[in-house]
């Protein structure tokens, strides 16, 4: 089982940035494929960013390509989303996730484990 805990979410003026960072527990770490999702209020969650077991494979859904990067520490389990150029559409609660069989899937339920969430606010 992996337990995860986010962190790093936060109020920020459009064209800022935040460092998300999440801790994974356990020594399975690396059998997990990880992904970013948000939710945003009335909507519903949607993928962000994905990073492969190893971390050499990366993922991102097209509203973030260029502004948002994913990445990984298998020695220090954790997965961290650096995101730039914030908009306040990416105004959201953020959701990390580990996925034991799928590696960059889209889908919510192709994930095995959530974190609780952290919320990230962009003003305009």
């Known amino acids: 089982q992996v337990q995860l805990v986010e962190s790093g979410g936060g109020l920020v003026q459009a064209g800022g940035s935040l460092r998300l960072s999440c801790a994974a527990s356990?020594?399975?770490?690396?059998?997990?494929?990880m992904g970013w999702f948000r939710q945003a209020p009335g909507k519903e969650r949607e993928f962000v960013a994905g990073?492969?077991?190893?971390?050499?494979?990366?993922y991102y859904t097209d509203f973030v390509k260029g502004r948002f990067t994913i990445s990984r520490d298998n020695a220090k389990n954790t997965v961290s989303l650096q995101m730039n150029s914030l908009k306040p559409e990416d105004t959201a609660v953020y959701y990390c996730?580990?996925?034991?069989?799928?590696?960059?899937?889209?889908?919510?339920?192709?994930?095995?484990?959530w974190g609780q969430g952290t919320e990230v606010t962009v003003s305009s």
């Open positions: 356990g020594r399975t770490f690396s059998r997990y494929s």
């Open positions: 990073i492969s077991r190893g971390g050499t494979s990366t």
């Open positions: 996730a580990a996925a034991l069989a799928y590696s960059g899937s889209y889908s919510p339920s192709d994930y095995n484990y």
